[in-house]
């Protein structure tokens, strides 16, 4: 059975990023991130667990290059975590 999961990002804070193409860095995050979600499933995302009002997806940490398609990744892979261990933390508080 396949379940259509729709996710809002109201914005997403970064700090030494001015060199990097918006759209391209957009594209990854949502890419990356559809991907991480198909792969793993998520179980929270499921109707009737509420939705986060924020999540920290902690920090990145680039090479020396300015690589926006890897940055894109990482960045989905911190909002994934995040996700994942925010609903964690509601279940564990409803124990």
Same mark, same amino acid.
């Given at each position: 059975m396949t379940h259509q999961v729709e996710i809002y990002i109201d914005k997403i804070t970064l700090e030494g990023f *001015? +060199?990097? +193409? *918006?759209? &391209?860095?957009? %594209? *990854? &995050? %949502?890419?990356h991130l559809t991907s991480l979600i198909a792969e793993h499933g998520f179980e929270c995302l499921r109707p009737g667990y509420g939705e986060p009002e924020r999540v920290n997806a902690g920090t990145i940490h680039l090479g020396g290059g300015n690589n926006t398609g890897e940055a894109g990744r990482q960045i989905a892979g911190g909002i994934y975590r995040g996700i994942r261990s925010s609903f964690m933390q509601t279940q564990t508080n409803l124990s």
């Open positions: *001015a +060199n990097m +193409n *918006a759209g &391209i860095l957009r %594209q *990854a &995050i %949502q890419e």
